[in-house]
T-cell receptor, first 114, second 111 residues
């Protein structure tokens, strides 16, 4: 079954404590991206990756880092989380042929930063 | 002004009704237009996408793009309670660099 898997699904943590949200896809997709979803603001792109070792900033990259060392994995790193990063996060993937539209989304990670 | 505007709803319709969901946008460079369905506690699911202007039909769903008016629509025929979800429009100018989403319209189909 085609899947984008995010972990953890829920996390409550404190300001300044580094955390990583993992994302893995089993479809051999080239494109992966991270979004955050906030009420009234919709989905906003944080970072995207077009292939291994190729990443670029989206609309709201401040405070986040990513890496793409393997094709299937695209972790999102918050090195010093702050309360304004409390949000619902989604990872998405697409094949090269369908690069214009994110095809598969994970089920989300709800982060609360206290 | 947001690049993409979408009425948040909620929109309540009786089962079997035709539903019209809409988005307007300001960036004339947008070429690719998508509709996603998002159930509660789930990630968005790609329903349809179109390139440039025109119509596209898939079962009970029809997507329309009017680039001259910067207006896109999703029609759902014979709506079902299982269609109850939030519908997100999205668009980009080509390439994976930036996809801009609307804020979503919450739809409830009442049996």
């Amino acid at each position: 079954e085609a899947q984008v898997t995010q972990n953890p699904r829920y996390l409550i943590t404190v300001t300044g404590k580094k955390l990583t949200v993992t994302c893995s896809q089993n479809m051999n997709h080239e494109y992966m991206s991270w979004y955050r979803q906030d009420p009234g603001l919709g989905l906003r792109q944080i970072y995207y990756s077009m292939n291994v070792e190729v990443t670029d900033k989206g609309d709201v990259p401040e405070g986040y880092k990513v890496s793409r060392k393997e094709k299937r994995n695209f972790p999102l790193i918050l090195e010093s989380p702050s309360p304004n990063q409390t949000s619902l996060y989604f990872c998405a993937s697409s094949s090269f042929a369908d690069s214009n539209q994110p095809q598969h989304f994970g089920d989300g990670t709800r982060l609360s930063i206290l | 002004q947001k690049e993409v505007e979408q009425d948040p709803g909620p929109l309540s319709v009786p089962e079997g009704a035709i539903v019209s969901l809409n988005c307007t946008y300001s960036n004339s460079a947008f070429q690719y237009f998508m509709w996603y369905r998002q159930y509660s506690r789930k990630g968005p699911e790609l329903l349809m996408y179109t390139y440039s202007s025109g119509n596209k039909e898939d079962g009970r769903f029809t997507a329309q793009v009017d680039k001259s008016s910067k207006y896109i629509s999703l029609f759902i025929r014979d709506s079902q309670p299982s269609d109850s979800a939030t519908y997100l429009c999205a668009m980009n100018s080509g390439g994976y660099q930036k996809v801009t989403f609307g804020t979503g319209t919450k739809l409830q189909v009442i049996p």
